[in-house]
Structure formats: C-alpha cells, structure tokens
C-alpha cells in the first residue's frame, strides 16, 4: 500500500478555538488550538468552525510508523505539490478541502469529516501490489485498479472489500461510486499532468471527507508522500520508497518533484 496520511481534518466544534493560549495570526487566519497532530501534519482549530488549518511536518515514517525519520524541507515541499495539485483538480472538477497557502508549509482548509476509507488507486504495479500477485515493478494495470483499506493505524490499514465497507458503515453505497467515479478522474487528471512534467504516476493514496452539508471533498495532501512518482525517462523513484527502501536522495528527489510541478505555476 502507499505511503499513509491523516486520520485528520474532522469538524469540530467552535469551543475548540477559545481553548488554545497560543493564538498566531498568518495572513489575517487566527490560527488556534492544536486539535489532532499525526505522523506528517498537524491541524489547527481557527475562528471560523468550519475552517481549519494544516501545517505540515518534516517528519517521515514508513511501515505503520515503525521507521521514523526526517526529510529536511518535506513539509513545504509537500504543502507546496499539494496546493498545485488541488488546484489543478478543482479546475478539472474535482471538488476538494484546500482553500490557500498561508505559509511556506501552512495551508487553509475545509473542516470535513474524514471518511475511514484510503482510496489507493494503482496505475502501474509497484511496491505491495507487486509483491502480492508476483507482478513485474512497472507493469501496466488496465484497468486502473481501484483498493479500499480501512483507515486504521491500529489495525495496520487493513484491505477491504465493497460490501466489507458497507457492512462497517464507512459509506453508503452512493458514496462509494461517487468515491470511484473521482478517484478515476484524479487519476485522470494527475497522470496527464506528471506526464507533461516528465513524470510517471505510478499509484497513489487518496482521502475525501464529508463536507458539513454531506459533499464529498478530496481532503488530506497530494505529495511525494502518498503518490509513487518516477522519471519517465530514467524510471528513476521520485517519492517516499526512497527513504522506505534506504535508496538515499531523499531530499533532492521531493525537491525535483516540487521543481517540474511548481514550474510555470
């Protein structure tokens, strides 16, 4: 499975604001009490109980968190690939929780109620995948190949099934079509785009949360993180596996990543 993210991003209850004694004002956003801190961001309560903000971290875990490490200057380069990916999407159609950059590594976001469902959406077979069916690293998937898993560190993000996912009540059986229907269009959307930046989307880890009005938004990030990216013209990796698999250029890999996707932006 792809790299994890956040149980994050719930919405909370205005209260939360008046609780915090290290109030910081970014860009006119009063941003206020600490309200959830995961492996790679932390989300903040505002004033606004239907806004949140994300700052993301450096910090870099693999395996269910049982390597740890840092990435100097992951969190801006992720907070960064995102806000230019989100972008993208929403002008494609795709509905999602970014609202602004605030700072460098800071992000203004919708309070959503995260579904429990990682949406992993594989292109390529790669990394788990591979390994599961005895599949050559590169090989073509057609169709694209759509996974649930149950968004459970505990558990260690266990795969599910449609109906698995039903019987849990972790959607309804709209949402679960609605969920494919934008998973395939991000990939869509995402895999043209690395592609004129001369990179190959191999797979990737989506999140979407409910929206208090009930609209499904693509929430959490859009990174070297939780996407497997690698050159088009050398196959060399350009993501996470680096520092999963201790292939070293860690940094300078995320750095190349933010460079193709943030040129002309």
Same mark, same amino acid.
Request: negative net charge; glycine residues 8%.
């Given at each position: ?20 004694? &290290? ?54 380069? &992720? ?37 429990? =469902? ?42 599910? &099934? ?43 880890? =989506? ?21 497997? =990216? ?7 990796? =350009? ?27």
């Amino acid at each position: 499975m792809v790299a994890g993210g956040e149980p994050q991003a719930t919405s909370h209850e205005p209260s939360c604001y008046s609780c915090s004694v &290290n109030e910081v004002d970014v860009q006119g956003v009063r941003r206020g009490a600490l309200l959830y801190e995961g492996k790679a961001k932390q989300v903040y309560a505002t004033e606004h109980p239907e806004r949140l903000v994300v700052a993301f971290k450096d910090d870099a875990t693999a395996f269910n968190a049982q390597k740890r490490g840092v990435i100097a200057g992951k969190g801006e380069v &992720n907070s960064a690939v995102s806000a230019r990916l989100f972008g993208l999407l929403e002008a494609a159609g795709v509905p999602t929780h970014f609202l602004k950059t605030l700072s460098p590594r800071e992000q203004l976001v919708r309070a959503v109620q995260i579904i429990p =469902l990682e949406v992993v959406v594989r292109r390529f077979a790669a990394g788990s995948f591979a390994a599961r069916y005895g599949v050559a690293e590169g090989e073509v998937l057609e169709p694209t190949v759509l996974e649930w898993c149950y968004k459970s560190d505990a558990l260690g993000d266990p795969p599910l &099934n449609d109906d698995t996912a039903l019987a849990l009540k972790l959607a309804t059986p709209d949402e679960l079509r609605a969920l494919r229907r934008l998973a395939l269009k991000v990939s869509e959307v995402l895999g043209d785009f690395f592609a004129s930046r001369g990179l190959e989307l191999i797979d990737f880890k =989506l999140e979407f949360g409910r929206a208090p009005g009930g609209e499904l938004l693509l929430a959490d990030e859009i990174s070297p993180d939780t996407c497997r =990216l690698w050159d088009r013209q050398s196959g060399e990796r =350009l993501d996470k596996d680096r520092f999963r698999r201790d292939l070293g250029g860690v940094e300078e890999a995320y750095q190349e990543v933010a460079r193709r996707v943030l040129e002309d932006a």
